[in-house]
């Protein structure tokens, strides 16, 4: 059995036991280990990473599991694209994660075509007023 193979099977025994501070650190070593081998856009590295966020909401750590969550929405618009269903639920938990008022800063980031499109209009509204002067 690979070193890989027996920390996922140690991570698993470890959230089924109710162990999840140990389970953290054998999922980040689990992680960082798929990275080097597998890839960051492999299937089995990117399910590590939902199982870590996973457990890190579990364990009321939303300000560790949101980098890990944002990084998994980049990931996945890349790799399934904006409208896949795993894309869409990991944005859903990014907004869950977030505290309201960084909300409206999120919808920016997540919809940056949208915000370009408003800056845009706004910029050229107030370039319509100041020629009309």
Same mark, same amino acid.
């Given at each position: 059995?690979?070193?890989?193979?027996?920390?996922?099977?140690?991570?698993?025994?470890?959230?089924?036991?109710?162990?999840?501070?140990?389970?953290?650190?054998?999922?980040?070593?689990?992680?960082?280990?798929?990275?080097?081998?597998?890839?960051?856009?492999?299937?089995?590295?990117?399910?590590?990473?939902?199982?870590?966020?996973? $457990?890190?909401?579990?364990?009321?750590?939303?300000?560790?599991?949101?980098?890990?969550?944002?990084?998994?929405?980049?990931?996945?618009?890349?790799?399934?694209?904006?409208?896949?269903?795993?894309?869409?639920?990991?944005?859903?938990?990014?907004?869950?994660? $977030?505290?309201?008022?960084?909300?409206?800063?999120?919808?920016?980031?997540?919809?940056?075509?949208?915000?370009? $499109?408003?800056?845009?209009?706004?910029?050229?509204?107030?370039?319509?007023?100041?020629?009309?002067?």
């Amino acid at each position: 059995m690979s070193s890989l193979k027996l920390l996922e099977h140690s991570a698993k025994t470890h959230c089924l036991e109710g162990k999840l501070e140990p389970a953290v650190e054998i999922y980040h070593e689990l992680l960082n280990g798929e990275q080097g081998s597998l890839g960051v856009k492999h299937h089995k590295t990117i399910q590590t990473q939902q199982t870590l966020a996973d $457990v890190l909401i579990r364990l009321g750590r939303d300000t560790d599991a949101e980098p890990v969550v944002r990084q998994l929405l980049q990931l996945r618009k890349k790799i399934y694209g904006p409208k896949s269903s795993n894309t869409l639920d990991t944005m859903v938990q990014l907004a869950q994660l $977030v505290k309201p008022g960084e909300k409206q800063e999120l919808l920016s980031e997540l919809y940056p075509p949208k915000a370009e $499109v408003a800056l845009d209009l706004s910029t050229h509204h107030k370039i319509g007023l100041l020629l009309e002067e």
